[in-house]
């Protein structure tokens, strides 16, 4: 089955910026999507279609993608931006599986 | 304000059934298509289900593939999980979520999820 994998843990720095990658062989025929999930809440998207933002989330969430990695960058974070963060993309074989990374906690101290 | 709430969790025993509810409000429920997706304790997400506009197409995760049923009524704008069989790795709080499509249908694009519901909890044990 299709792996999506991320690095289990981020930390930085309040106002620092943080990376968090997301690889997987498909990404270079699929987009990769970003989800935010605090604790004991649902997730909400931040990123859609490797790199647009949905209304409501800030500029400091930006996303990219090349190749088999795309990555979703914090540039600024916040002490409200600890969470954890999962990619989500589809493999290129058309059977419409969805797949969920294997998840990032982002630490901001 | 768009709103899931699901409901119908609850403890099970290994084997038994459970079947969850979804309510929607705040959109044309029968625009957009629906999902399940499930989170075991401390564990990341997994896709479980999903079902179209109408209820004409639905897919399922391998994982649940023969055990679970995905179900709408529109005309009560609620979505369901019919679960047989259940087993203790269904052991998961289970979300609904509403199904967005591309604007602009292209190979890479694909459907995402958003908003999704706060989940009910399922547990399966003996």
């Known amino acids: 089955s299709y792996e999506l994998t991320q690095p289990p843990s981020v930390s930085v720095s309040p106002g620092q910026t943080a990376r968090i990658t997301c690889s997987g062989d498909a990404l270079p025929k699929k987009y990769a999507y970003w989800y935010q999930q605090k604790s004991g809440q649902a997730p909400v998207l931040v990123i859609y279609e490797d790199s647009k933002r949905p209304s409501g989330i800030p500029e400091r969430f930006s996303g990219s993608s090349s190749g088999t990695m795309a990555t979703l960058t914090i540039s600024g974070a916040q002490v409200e931006d600890e969470a954890d963060y999962y990619c989500?993309?589809?493999?290129?074989?058309?059977?419409?599986?969805?797949?969920f990374g294997t998840g990032t906690k982002v630490t901001v101290l | 304000e768009v709103q899931l709430v699901e409901s119908g969790g609850g403890v099970v025993r290994p084997g038994g059934s459970l079947r969850l509810s979804c309510a929607a409000s705040g959109f044309t429920f029968d625009d957009y298509g629906m999902s399940w997706v499930r989170q075991a304790p401390g564990k990341g997400l997994e896709w479980v289900s999903g079902?179209?506009?109408?209820?004409?197409?639905?897919g399922y995760a391998d994982s649940v593939k023969g055990r679970f049923t995905i179900s709408r009524d529109n005309a009560k704008n609620s979505l369901y999980l019919q679960m047989n069989s259940l087993r203790a790795e269904d052991t998961a709080l289970y979300h609904c979520?509403?199904?967005?499509?591309?604007?602009?249908?292209?190979?890479?694009?694909?459907?995402?999820?958003?908003?999704w519901g706060q989940g009910t909890l399922v547990t399966v044990s003996s």
């Open positions: 979520a509403r199904v967005v499509n591309p604007i602009v249908v292209v190979p890479a694009a694909m459907p995402w999820f958003d908003p």
């Open positions: 079902i179209n506009w109408n209820g004409g197409s639905t």
């Open positions: 989500y993309s589809t493999d290129s074989s058309g059977n419409h599986s969805y797949v």
